[in-house]
């Protein structure tokens, strides 16, 4: 009877057995897929769609533990071409073992499974197709939405691993990067934190088997395979892996994994994984973008914040917007003081840079550049108040050189033409006079030739010096003995110690620098004075002093008039003469021998300068 019951039916029914083999199939099956029972039964015919692979397996899974399922499916008929069914499936199992119960109690497993199919009006079909579709739409854009609300590349791939498992139902997911020829995991979900960072071979892995494939998403279930020996080990259990690839720029960058110990999984949750997966990918791809516009940023407030120009950023309305510390540092405004106001100093156009002093008598070369994309305009400025002095003393310096040396040649030109002209005019003493006057001022011109080009030699680094033992005792008896009739305004005092130590240096350079250290002092104490020369030991210097009492140094310029074509105040050239090259040259001579010349002031006037050498080994 059972036999012509299963004939007769108007439903197709087909019986496997736990193989999958066909062990019934009745006339309504023959009429629906197109095979006959002679042709399929023992055998398994290709009747489910690839894609529904996981579907089918779940099913079973439900009717194995849990009793009958009924779902609308696809199967595919013997020529291809899939119909849309309703598939009712229930377990097959031997009578002894129905007979002592259910499933649950007896704890045997099924013989097999039989399922009625009926078939389903093509309206039906596309009505469920689509309630399902806009369903997954609606879930999908939710969390799209989600993972899309951070630009956070770390937060954005742990909202993608939660909203994995929220969107597929998954019991655990993550989600691996593709570094080279291996994986990392960089977030998860439902698994232990431990496994964050975990490495595994990408070959050998899951991932690289669907990369190779050439496909988006893949299912692999723990009957046909063994987890052991993959970082999701640790989820209990576990029965199914889904995955799906996520591309960044068209290259493969990740992929999710959706791990299933409880749930079961169908073609739903496979085309929501390979969705998301895509989805990942976009998400992913704003994250690196914004990741790497503010990481640029980063790297250029880096460059002008540690920028020794000055640098601000204008608004259209010429509004300071930004200004770095060095702003701050030369014009003395800090950024409170200026936001959102002009900068103050005027503004060139671009390509055309302006010098302009500041209150503080600083000044700035200030240079602009238009930003045309967002009507900014960049400003840099530096401090070129060294330069500008440099420029000033170099004009002033060419004039003083040109009067000093217009001096001496006009007398010497004159005397002469005196001579040649009126040889036989002018008697023996006159002719003898005349004649010593050429030769002072001829030598006075060759000092001068001498310290411009010492002066010269000494700003490209070309004294030379030769350096050894030497009598400085000595030496500076010798040099102050011509000292002693230079002015009779002047008194010239010398404290030299008989048992001086020899000093280490250069004798021409000490010479040249106590020399000049003499002139200066009698040159700057016009009004006459004591000038003192004095020598002692200290540790492992010999120290020399030369002090006046003259008119001093003002104060801030006990550095500065050691620079090239400086001396004390403007004025002083017009008023003592020289080039402004003498203690440039003293400064460099000391440095060449291993010394030092410093300047202070005197109480309660005049000026002491003092000029170390070292003491010579024994």
């Known amino acids: 009877m059972a036999h012509a019951a299963l004939a007769s039916a108007a439903d197709a029914i087909v019986a496997f057995d736990a193989e999958s083999r066909v062990v019934a199939w009745n006339p309504a099956a023959e009429r629906m897929f197109g095979w006959s029972a002679e042709s399929v039964l023992g055998t398994s015919p290709r009747m489910i769609p690839e894609e529904l692979a996981a579907e089918h397996h779940a099913v079973l899974e439900r009717v194995r533990t849990g009793g009958p399922v009924s779902i609308a499916t696809r199967r595919l008929r013997n020529d291809g071409k899939a119909i849309d069914v309703r598939a009712d499936t229930s377990a097959l199992r031997s009578e002894s073992a129905a007979a002592g119960g259910s499933p649950e109690e007896d704890g045997t497993d099924p013989a097999g499974w039989v399922t009625v199919f009926h078939p389903v009006a093509r309206e039906e079909a596309a009505h469920h197709h689509m309630a399902e579709r806009a369903r997954v739409v609606r879930r999908l854009n939710d969390v799209v939405a989600d993972i899309n609300a951070d630009l956070d590349l770390p937060a954005v791939l742990d909202r993608i691993a939660a909203s994995l498992t929220e969107l597929t139902g998954a019991d655990a997911g993550g989600f691996v990067l593709i570094e080279d020829d291996h994986l990392r995991l960089v977030s998860l979900t439902g698994l232990p934190e431990s496994l964050r960072g975990r490495v595994a071979d990408l070959p050998s892995s899951l991932v690289g088997e669907l990369l190779r494939s050439r496909k988006t998403v893949m299912m692999a279930s723990g009957d046909t395979r063994s987890f052991s020996d993959l970082i999701w080990s640790e989820l209990d259990g576990l029965h199914t892996i889904a995955l799906g690839v996520s591309n960044v720029q068209g290259r493969p960058y990740g992929a999710l994994y959706a791990l299933y110990s409880q ?203 030769n350096n050894g033992p030497f009598d400085l005792g000595k030496l500076l008896r010798g040099v102050t003995l011509p000292f002693q009739t230079f002015s009779e305004l002047h008194t010239l005092f010398v404290d030299i110690p008989e048992d001086m130590p020899q000093a280490y240096g250069d004798v021409v350079a000490t010479d040249i620098i106590v020399g000049q250290l003499l002139e200066n002092a009698f040159k700057y104490s016009p009004e006459g004075g004591v000038i003192t020369v004095r020598a002692q030991v200290e540790d492992e210097q010999v120290a020399l002093f030369v002090e006046d009492e003259g008119i001093g140094i003002a104060p801030g310029d006990h550095e500065r008039i050691f620079e090239r074509f400086v001396q004390g105040e403007a004025g002083d050239r017009r008023r003592f003469g020289g080039i402004g090259l003498g203690l440039y040259i003293v400064q460099r001579l000391a440095a060449a021998q291993g010394g030092a010349v410093t300047a202070r002031s005197r109480e309660p006037s005049g000026t002491c300068m003092r000029f170390v050498l070292r003491i010579a080994p024994a």
């Open 263 to 465: 749930r079961q999984v169908g073609h739903i949750e496979l085309e929501l994984i390979e969705l998301l997966a895509g989805q990942a990918g976009v998400a992913l791809a704003n994250a690196m973008a914004y990741q790497e516009v503010v990481r640029q940023r980063v790297h250029e407030r880096a460059v002008i914040d540690a920028s020794s120009d000055g640098i601000a950023v204008l608004d259209a309305q010429g509004r300071v917007r930004k200004w770095n510390p060095a702003a701050t540092e030369l014009t003395e405004f800090t950024a409170a003081d200026v936001l959102g106001k002009p900068p103050p100093f005027p503004i060139p156009g671009p390509g055309a840079p302006v010098t302009h002093q500041l209150d503080n008598g600083r000044w700035l070369e200030v240079l602009s550049a238009e930003i045309a994309e967002t009507d900014e305009r960049v400003v840099d400025f530096r401090d070129v108040t060294a330069a500008k002095a440099l420029e000033e003393a170099k004009d002033l310096f060419l004039a003083t050189a040109s009067h000093e040396l217009r001096t001496p040649i006009t007398v010497v030109q004159g005397f002469a033409s005196t001579l040649v002209q009126r040889w036989d005019k002018i008697d023996e003493p006159g002719r003898r006079a005349a004649v010593q006057t050429i030769a002072e001022r001829a030598g006075a011109l060759g000092r001068l030739v001498e310290n411009l080009l010492l002066g010269s030699r000494a700003g490209t680094g070309g004294l030379t010096v």
